[in-house]
């Protein structure tokens, strides 16, 4: 489920309301943001996930500084290396209008994984790329671009998945070096 309900509302309602103003009686001296739930009544404009997609950047938007509180999706893993564009989720998805990645070789230089693939628990179950070519719908380097060139862009979180096999490897089958298959 992408964003928070909250009240029975996905922006949060009259809680998000109540608890930004919580938050400036505790401390009025700093700005409240969140992951995306109540993001209207927030000081800062944050957005989960969504914030990666070309379509977000076409969007109107509050007139307030943005953070994007989960972008980009990556998880690469330093060290290992592909020539190929990895993208994840099905690309082309239309639905997610990601940005354009180029592959760095016509063909692929590096082996596929340590696992054959009838081996992993998932098809995602595989390293990406130290190179910038493993994503979702944005890369790392065109996220700290448009941060630089868009004047209401504030800043971003990256995503914890480098070098991380919990919340990544646990969705799509294990961290690449922790299979969850049966009998392993």
Known sequence: MRGCLVGGQRDGGPVAKQLVEVCHQLDPTRPVTSGHSGSNFMDVYGVNGHSESQKFFKEKRPDKPFVATE?????????????????????????????????????????????????????????????????????????????????????????????YPGEAGYVHGGGPSTPLREGR
């Open 71 to 163: 972008a980009p999706h990556t998880w690469q893993v330093r060290g290992f290396y592909k020539s190929k564009t990895w993208y994840r989720d099905g690309f082309p998805n239309k639905r997610q209008q990601p940005f354009e990645t180029p592959d760095l070789t016509e063909d692929e230089i590096f082996s596929n994984a340590f696992l054959a693939p009838d081996d992993m628990a998932n098809g995602k179950q595989i390293f990406n790329s130290s190179y910038d070519n493993g994503l979702v719908r944005i890369n790392a380097r065109q996220n700290w671009e448009k941060m630089r060139d868009l004047p209401w862009y504030s800043g971003h979180f990256r995503w914890t998945g480098f070098d």
